[in-house]
């Protein structure tokens, strides 16, 4: 069950969350080499560790990021699923990782992050809300509170609004989850982003005084990344989960030295500019 207290071990003294998102297995490999993954994650770890409230990585390609978080004092968010899904003629359905989140804990991590796909006309949802409880329920038993992270999806031959899609999800996962991980409600990529305003607030009145973070997806840039949420800011969110918006342009430098000038400048300088939103 969340509790502000709970929610205070991945937030700052004003409540809100600030997270640095780099738990990407296979999308990364569009960005980086996979042999600088690791690098990489643990360089972002170094870096913006004193920036954010916390960072999430995963265990596959982040075992140096979450040591050197543990040395830092950084707050670590650690993934439960695998890279992406299975799937079949009744939809996605989630795989979770050999690790449970006790012994996430055991590595590190201050709170527990599953990211679940999910379309409520799915023949396989059901399945999908019995994933996310066991994950909740393991949460609970070791006192770690629960990021969720529900991305909706459309079904072939089935009509699909994504913002109605995100208002029902929130409906089934919001009274299971401790915060949630949330998509931008509109398309960002062909509409106006103030349109997603009324859903905002819906979002908000139907998680109650549960706190929702913006996720980056996709190719949204930065500065249109740094506009979303300041609308969602004023709507009732209480942060951000920032991933490939601040370090994208990661992939058009070909050595390491490069690299790490980019994220110690510019991907920095974004950090702390999204947080000063807060």
């Known amino acids: 069950m969340y509790t502000r207290s709970m929610m205070s071990s991945v937030s ?6 600030k997270i640095a998102a780099f738990d990407h297995r296979d999308s990364i490999k569009k960005f980086v080499p996979e042999e ?6 643990n360089l972002l770890t170094a870096e913006l560790g004193p920036v954010t409230t916390a960072v999430l990585v995963d265990p596959f390609y982040g075992q140096k990021a979450i040591s050197t978080a543990n040395q830092n004092g950084t707050k670590l968010i650690l993934s439960r699923e695998e890279s992406g899904y299975t799937d079949n003629p009744d939809g996605r359905l989630t795989v979770l990782s050999k690790n449970t989140s006790n012994d996430l804990k055991e590595m590190g991590a201050s709170a527990i992050k599953m990211l679940v796909y999910f379309n409520p006309d799915s023949k396989n949802a059901n399945e ?7 994950v909740a329920s393991e949460c609970k038993e070791i006192n770690l509170p629960f990021l969720l992270e529900p991305i909706t999806y459309q079904i072939a031959n089935v009509p699909y609004n994504k913002p ?11 009274p299971i989850a401790d915060i949630l991980k949330i998509e931008y409600p509109t398309d960002v990529e062909t509409e106006p982003l103030e349109l997603a305003v009324p859903y905002m ?7 109650d005084k549960k706190p929702w973070i913006l996720l980056s997806r996709g190719n949204m840039t930065f ?3 740094m506009e979303a949420v300041t609308i969602c800011k004023n709507n009732g969110a209480s942060g951000y989960a920032v991933g490939r918006a601040v370090w994208q ?4 430098y070909k050595n390491w030295n490069e690299i790490e000038n980019f994220v110690k400048t510019t991907v920095k300088e974004r950090m702390i500019k999204l947080s000063q939103l807060f």
């Open 249 to 252: 342009e990661v992939k058009d």
């Open 223 to 225: 500065e249109k990344y």
């Open 128 to 134: 999908q809300v019995e994933i996310v409880k066991k």
């Open 201 to 207: 607030q819906q979002i908000t009145h139907i998680l």
């Open 36 to 41: 600088l993954i690791s690098d990489f994650k």
């Open 164 to 174: 109605e899609a995100i208002l029902k999800t929130l409906e089934i996962f919001g």
């Open 12 to 17: 700052d003294q004003n409540g809100y969350i």
